[in-house]
């Protein structure tokens, strides 16, 4: 398989075309971003990290049966993945109050959701990503019903499987965002899995291992995703 050319350049990725119409390479940048872009940094050895965790983790999911994109990691920052009709839904499993529902409602920060919390928000930088609800979906002709079902229940799939295998690695999932796209009127999760996307603490210290090492300026941040990816491997 062959990269012709690049069709898309997100903020932490290329999507580049291939001569096979239904396989992509989804190229991961070394790029960090936050609070819609506004905050940017290059940082070395990134892209590698999130290939390799998001690679580990889809496996899991594909082994434990959730349809994925993912085909296989073909470089240190390179894996073919099926090309879809990305969904402008982004879907959010929060286990443990963090980031914008403290901002939003005041819930105190690690206070725990069980069971768990499902949000759905627009896929909308200018708009910056809006939280919306179902009836706005349905208005919106984001999804139909029926998708909107299957997302949710493929989210909390989801969630049993990584809670169940980070905790073993001594890992507490916080939160996480999936995209998910079509293949036909099949759904599939999209995009990635790594710290960039979730939420990790490590359970016995509490320490973070996730993109808010860069958000709050805590430093520790390659450090942080090489644990990530150390314990994701092991
Ligand atoms: N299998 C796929 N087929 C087609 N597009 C995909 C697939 N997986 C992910 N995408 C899309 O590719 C883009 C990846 O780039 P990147 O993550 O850098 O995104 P972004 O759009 O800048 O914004 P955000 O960071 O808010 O996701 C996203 O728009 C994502 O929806
Ligand atoms: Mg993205």
């Known amino acids: 398989m062959k990269k012709t050319k690049a069709l898309y350049e997100g903020k932490a990725k290329i999507l ?3 001569d096979s119409p239904d396989y992509m390479v989804q190229e991961f940048k070394n790029d960090a971003t936050a609070f819609d872009g506004t905050k ?3 940082i070395a050895g990134k892209g590698v990290l999130n290939n390799r965790i998001s690679s580990h983790l889809f496996g899991l999911l594909k082994d434990k049966g959730v349809r994925t994109h993912f085909i296989e990691k073909i470089s240190d920052n390179e894996m073919v993945v099926e090309r879809l009709e990305m969904l402008r839904v982004e879907v959010v499993v929060r286990n443990v109050a963090a980031g914008s529902i403290c901002r939003r409602l005041g819930i105190e920060a690690l206070k725990r959701f069980d069971p ?3 949000e759905f ?3 909308d930088d200018d708009l910056h990503d809006p939280i919306i609800t179902q009836d706005h979906i349905r ?6 019903q029926e998708q909107v079902d299957q997302m949710r229940s493929d989210a909390l799939t ?3 499987v990584m809670r169940g295998f980070l905790e ?3 890992m507490v999932l916080v939160d996480y965002k999936l995209e998910f796209g079509l293949k036909g009127d099949e759904l599939v999760l999209g995009d990635e899995i790594s710290p960039d996307t979730c939420r990790f603490h490590d359970a016995k210290t509490g320490e973070i291992m996730d993109k808010d090492r860069f958000r709050q300026d805590m430093g520790g941040f390659i450090e942080a995703y090489t644990e990530v990816l150390e314990r994701v491997s092991s």
């Open 139 to 144: 208005i919106m002709e984001l999804a139909t």
């Open 40 to 42: 940017h940094e290059v």
């Open 116 to 118: 768990p919390i499902v």
């Open 121 to 123: 928000y627009l896929k």
């Open 158 to 160: 989801i969630n049993t």
């Open 168 to 170: 073993q690695r001594d």
């Open 16 to 18: 580049w075309e291939t």
